[in-house]
């Protein structure tokens, strides 16, 4: 199956229309087979304290260069900016982990379980905004992929139950393959779950979700006042760092320092 592959850095008419038809683009060669190798080992550290299983972890950027570089990255960002305008934050940043001869993950939406996105409108509104880095090679389906459901942000029906309960297969589910280093950037709307994994080699994937500046993070209570001290202007603004951000929805927010 095809792949909706759009080019890095600027966001385009053709870039919006085939997102709002899919509910996701795939962008190939951000990131270098040596700069992806860097964060894979990267990711190795932060998960190594953990058991050997299916699971994610927070605020990599903390402690890991090659994560936090990931944060504004310019293949992805101006992206970003095309979707949500000048005002918007990083509302987390997950780092997750596939071992090797694991099988299918769970479908869902993207959002939160106390008040699920579905139920502020239709279509599901775009309210986290999820650009994945790929650090391992998923040329082939059964490589750790994700798998979407293309225009099911749109659906006015769920996912049937039964598929749900059982990790069942549909005929229009669409297994992204794509090679090391591309970033698959999604809608929470769309349908989804991690396909199976039939590699000797643990999957790791960087996780970066983007949304309206009065969205509350999920990766963390407050931000480090030391990485805000370190780090740089661009990825301080998008730690959400302002004043009164209830007053009102986020109008104090002033935009990110776009160059």
């Known amino acids: 199956m095809m792949n909706p592959e759009v080019a890095p850095g600027p966001f ?11 509910g996701y683009l795939v962008i190939p060669d951000v990131l270098t ?7 894979y080992e990267a990711s190795k550290r932060l998960h190594a304290s953990r058991e050997r299983a299916f699971g994610q972890i927070g605020q990599g950027y903390h402690t890991e260069p090659s994560l936090e570089r990931l944060i504004d990255h310019a293949a992805v960002l ?6 949500f305008g000048d005002r918007f934050i990083l509302q987390a940043s997950w780092n997750t982990m596939q071992p090797a001869h694991a099988g299918v993950g769970g479908w869902h939406q993207d959002g939160s379980s106390a008040y699920n996105f579905n139920q502020v409108g239709y279509p599901v509104p775009l309210i ?29 029906v769920p996912l049937p ?32 779950r ?20 009065w969205v509350r993070a999920a990766d963390r209570f407050a931000n480090s006042e030391d990485f805000l001290e370190r ?27 776009f160059g």
Not at 237 to 252: Q, V
Request: contains cysteine; glycine residues 8%; charged residues 25%.
């Open 12 to 22: 385009t008419d053709l870039d919006r229309f085939v997102f709002e038809s899919w």
């Open 33 to 39: 087979p040596a700069e992806a190798e860097e964060a």
């Open 78 to 83: 101006p992206k970003v900016r095309g979707l």
């Open 128 to 156: 986290q905004l999820r650009a994945s880095f790929l650090l391992t090679d998923q040329l082939e389906p059964g490589t750790g992929n994700m798998e979407l459901i293309p225009g099911s942000h749109r659906s006015q």
């Open 161 to 192: 139950a039964d598929i749900r309960a059982e990790r069942g297969d549909t005929p229009i589910g669409h297994v992204i393959c794509a090679p090391i280093g591309s970033v698959l950037l999604f809608h929470n709307g769309v349908w989804h």
């Open 194 to 213: 991690t396909y199976r994994h039939d590699g000797d080699r643990d999957r790791y994937t960087a996780h970066y979700v983007y949304s309206p500046p």
């Open 231 to 257: 780090t740089t202007p661009m990825r301080r603004a998008l730690m959400g760092e302002f004043e009164r951000p209830d007053a009102p929805y986020g109008a104090s927010y002033q935009p990110l320092p």
